[in-house]
């Protein structure tokens, strides 16, 4: 069974642009998650998905956006870059939401902005 | 002070060591979670802890709920196992996979 696969994995962007980055979950996994890990802040929770519904946001300015589309893939989205926002972007995914299920993570996007 | 601490940050060690990681926490949990980070960014799940002790291998995860404090041993440890490994909880309130993560421990275990 694949594993969740992010893309891209890297990606340069400059200020002020936009970036969408994508999220594909293992095979019969329904909820998706995002984080965004860096050096200064560790890793941080940004928003999670289940059935195509946004049930649970971090602490993250509304430039962050996410969605999830009806075969479980999930995007998110940054618009108007800012330097603060490079970092390494994980996506993980579990059969459905809670606190005691495992999440598989991705291989991660690596986002740096110039 | 942050809600998931983790202790030491950073940990040398030598091949065949005994190795404990621990991890405190401040808020109610619902399930605490060691992930294990390679450089180049992938996380792997080692464990998930509700009660009690799990064993996996040589490694090892306690947990101690009403002192909130967990611990990851590794025992007979291996230059594999470097690596950071991060303590994340899963607090109460609902099925939500949100994680509050400690700031990891880096662990370089030499031959």
């Known amino acids: 069974k694949a594993g969740v696969t992010q893309t891209p994995r890297y990606l340069i962007k400059t200020r002020g642009q936009q970036v969408t980055l994508s999220c594909s979950p293992i095979?019969?996994?329904?909820?998706v998650s995002w984080y965004q890990q860096t050096p200064g802040q560790g890793l941080q929770f940004l928003f999670e998905y289940f059935s195509e519904t946004q049930r649970n946001k971090g602490n993250f300015p509304g430039r962050f956006s996410g969605r999830q589309f009806s075969n479980s893939r999930s995007e998110m989205n940054v618009s108007t870059l800012e330097l603060g926002d490079s970092a390494l972007y994980l996506c993980?995914?579990?059969?459905?939401?809670?606190?005691?299920?495992?999440?598989?993570f991705g291989a991660g996007t690596r986002l740096s902005v110039l | 002070k942050n809600e998931v601490e983790q202790s030491p940050q950073n940990l040398t060690a030598q091949e065949g060591e005994f190795i404990t990681i621990n991890c405190s926490y401040s808020v109610g949990i619902s399930a605490l979670h060691w992930l294990q980070q390679h450089p180049g960014g992938g996380i792997v799940s080692l464990f998930m802890?509700?009660?009690g002790k799990k064993k996996h291998g040589r490694l090892i995860a306690t947990i101690n709920i009403q002192e909130k404090h967990s611990s990851l041993h590794i025992t007979a440890s291996h230059p594999r196992d470097s690596a950071v490994y991060i303590c994340a909880v899963g607090s109460l309130g609902g099925a939500t996979n949100k994680l509050i993560f400690g700031t990891g421990t880096l662990l370089a275990v030499q031959p």
């Open positions: 802890l509700s009660s």
């Open positions: 095979s019969g996994h329904r909820s």
């Open positions: 993980a995914s579990s059969l459905q939401p809670g606190p005691g299920r495992i999440q598989y």
